[in-house]
């Protein structure tokens, strides 16, 4: 699988996860907050934050895509694998925590990410 498809099915999986959310909250809607790194930053990327706030079900929620590229992993992603010093990177993820009404129902945190060290 190649990082555009995991691009789409993690861009896809936020949507998912927002649209069933608000299934189950019945009351409010993710507002969205797409953002984009300048080009000539030392990190380029993209990325949507959604957020639900006074819902029946959850005080807040918040799920989010990041996309980000870089020219060169930094020394700490290659200090214990030296041969991936200097390369190119792509990271991307979807991240959720979830805030409920009832104070019986803990606060969730869940990460999915995909990390690729280019050549």
Same mark, same amino acid.
């Given at each position: 699988?190649?990082?555009? &498809? ?9 949507? *998912? +996860?927002?649209?069933?959310?608000? &299934?189950?909250?019945?009351?409010k /809607?993710f507002?969205?907050?797409?953002w984009?790194?300048p080009?000539d =930053?030392?990190? *380029?990327?993209?990325?949507?934050? *959604? +957020?639900?706030e ?6 807040r929620?918040?799920?989010? %895509?990041?996309?980000? &590229? #870089? ?5 700490s992603a ?7 010093? #200097? *390369?190119? %990177?792509r =990271? ?7 805030h409920?009404?009832?104070?019986y +129902?803990?606060?969730s945190?869940?990460?999915?990410? %995909? %990390?690729?060290?280019? /050549?």
């Amino acid at each position: 699988m190649n990082s555009a &498809a995991v691009e789409t099915y993690l861009r896809d999986l936020q949507t *998912r +996860i927002c649209s069933a959310l608000e &299934a189950a909250d019945g009351s409010k /809607k993710f507002l969205a907050d797409a953002w984009r790194k300048p080009d000539d =930053a030392p990190l *380029r990327g993209d990325g949507v934050t *959604r +957020i639900l706030e006074g819902g029946e079900l959850f005080e807040r929620a918040g799920v989010g %895509f990041s996309l980000v &590229a #870089g020219d060169k992993l930094p020394p700490s992603a290659s200090a214990n694998r030296p041969e991936l010093a #200097g *390369r190119g %990177f792509r =990271a991307m993820g979807v991240s959720l925590v979830l805030h409920p009404r009832n104070p019986y +129902i803990p606060t969730s945190h869940a990460n999915v990410r %995909f %990390f690729v060290a280019e /050549k």
